[in-house]
């Protein structure tokens, strides 16, 4: 059963909805990349991360997030002219979702401590880039359902693609630019946000 599922910035002043949340509209992960831990460092989540520096992650169809309150405050980071885009709410620092940096590639990774509550995306399916965890006794050892994200990110861009909405979403423009102009972090910030 998809479900509606409501989001917010830490301080509650960006608020919205994601639509149609189900285990089979999205995908349940946690990503060990050190770009993905780097932004949350970043923004001063480590707090939030999962145990071995994981980034709990939903990926989704952009069309189905929708800002109710506060789109004015997205903001967004790269760490170099090559990475991800990376967004996030400017009134309190807090990540909202990595996307590539066009709109015809209609994914976003939301971030789900976002979520009140991520009951309706069923639990972890996949774990991405094991090999940077943090070190640990307990620290996971394999990648797991990555060909399970690539469907499912396949399937769900087929069907946006035939429905129209591949290019909609909160972070770009129906004519494609961004909605707001992606910072390059200095290389200060970046030696910063990646020092463990
Ligand atoms: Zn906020
Ligand atoms: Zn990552």
Redesign the pocket.
Known sequence: MAENVKFS??????KGVLHDASPATGCHLICYCKDCRAFARHMGRLDALEPYGGSPLVQVLPAKIEIAE?AE?IACLRFSEKGLHRWY?S??R?PLANTVGTSKVPMAGMWCPLFESTNAFGPVVTLGFTKMALPGSGRPRKDKGLARMLGSLIKRSMSAYLSGTARQGPFFTPDGSPVAQPQIASAAEREAAYRE
């Open positions: 910035c830490g301080c509650g002043a960006l506060g405050h709410a009134c309190c807090t």
